[in-house]
């Protein structure tokens, strides 16, 4: 059973919807789910990284505000007109943006559903009960959309790396050659609505009995590898292996042709290719490049801003110090048994008053990737260039 990090409710005869997330911070260690009801509240958890990747990021803004407005019409506190209803609906929209600026698929996500309010609103017949019903069932339509797509890119992407990597093509024709594969940050049901991206990938090429073994990075500075996507494959029993970010170089110098590709995910790709993701994917295609191993971005088209023309323009989170300087986990035994009595402890782990620079996320430039995996298939570039036009037509 894959992980579900959020869970969301439609509205029965008498209740409103309702929307339960996975706090993020208290993994791997406690399962915790945070009840949404308010635009503020996602806004909170969203800042904070209770919730975050790019697709859960979109999701949980947009059924917060489902939440909200269907609490309206059960309590029957909907303004009075469908363009009132639209203009609020806007607002909201516009102030859960503001949670984090990186993520392309938030922006989309708002610029789609600030469409549906318009046209219910225009609509001859239409009513304040007509414009919100409308955003609802558009809101509740990204949740099922983003499994399904999910799902796709994975199997897009094992297929390609099948049939395109060293590895891939001897494991098909030798049941006993090793295909491993490298993934950087959590891409998994954790940051999407289910299934994954690069780790949808993952878990394709092992539901094919492809992959041998996963490796996947700490991914310091906020250690979302090791404390997310090490608890989602130990919970999906796939066979994988914990490294820290700087062991990374070493690790493909030793793992040479069985180690068929790098695959991590994306906050936002740039129309050249240029790629946003989390701080330490740079260095990885770096390190991809050198070692002729394939360098692979899982994104949805959603992910994918043709209105932002290069990397150079894509603008960079910056981080609190405390990431960096701090770390927070639960008191354990001798033996790792966690102490749940004793609660959480926060550590320094950096000598007091050092200046830190911690950006959320870095660029890889597009002549390092080898291909895009969307719902719709693989982008690879040609003549040295992407071109994602095809794919949105």
Not at 282 to 310: C, M, N, W
Not at 317 to 338: F, L
Request: one cysteine or more; a negative charge.
């Amino acid at each position: 059973m894959v992980l579900e990090a959020i869970q969301y409710d439609p509205a029965s005869e008498n209740a409103p919807p309702s929307l339960r997330v996975l706090d993020q911070l208290q993994l791997p260690h406690r399962t915790t789910f945070e009840q949404i009801k308010t635009c503020e509240e996602a806004h909170d958890a969203i800042k904070k990284m209770k919730v975050r990747g790019a697709p859960a990021i979109a999701i949980v803004a947009a059924l917060a505000l489902a939440v909200e407005v269907g609490s309206s019409v059960v309590q029957h506190q909907l303004p009075h007109s469908p363009e009132e209803v639209r203009t609020t609906l806007g607002g909201r929209l516009d102030y859960l943006q503001t949670s984090r600026p990186t993520a392309v698929n938030l922006g989309d996500a708002v610029g789609k559903l600030k469409v549906v309010a318009q046209n219910a609103a225009s609509k001859s017949d239409a009513s304040a009960a007509s414009v919100a019903q409308a955003y609802i069932v558009a809101a509740e339509r990204m949740l099922v959309d983003d499994v399904s797509d999910n799902r796709a890119i994975g199997e897009y992407g094992a297929r390609w790396i099948e049939a395109n990597t060293a590895a891939g093509r001897k494991r098909r024709s030798d049941r006993h050659a090793e295909l491993k594969v490298l993934t950087h940050c959590n891409t998994g049901s954790l940051a999407t609505a289910g299934y994954g991206t690069a780790l949808g990938v993952i878990r394709s090429l092992r539901a094919s009995d492809n992959l041998t073994r996963a490796y996947c990075t700490e991914t310091r500075p906020y250690n979302q590898g090791s404390r997310l996507t090490a608890f989602e494959l130990v919970h999906d029993d796939i066979p994988a292996t914990l490294v820290t970010d700087s062991m990374a170089c070493a690790l493909l110098a030793k793992e040479k042709d069985s180690l068929a590709a790098i695959v991590v995910g994306a906050d936002r790709v740039a129309a050249n290719g240029d790629t946003a993701n989390k701080i330490g994917t740079y260095s990885l295609a770096v390190l991809a490049r050198h070692h002729g191993v394939k360098f692979l971005v899982a994104a949805p088209r959603t992910t994918i801003d043709r209105h932002t023309l290069s990397g150079a323009d894509i603008v960079i989170e910056q981080r609190a110090p405390e990431e960096v300087t701090r770390i927070k986990g639960p008191k354990v035994d001798d033996n790792g048994k966690i102490l749940i009595d004793e609660g959480s402890e926060l550590i320094s782990t950096a000598a007091s008053g050092i200046e830190v620079w911690n950006p959320a996320f870095d660029v890889t430039p597009a002549h390092l990737i080898d291909g895009v995996i969307t719902e719709v298939g693989v982008v690879e570039k040609k003549d040295g260039k992407f071109d994602f036009e095809a794919i949105f037509t």
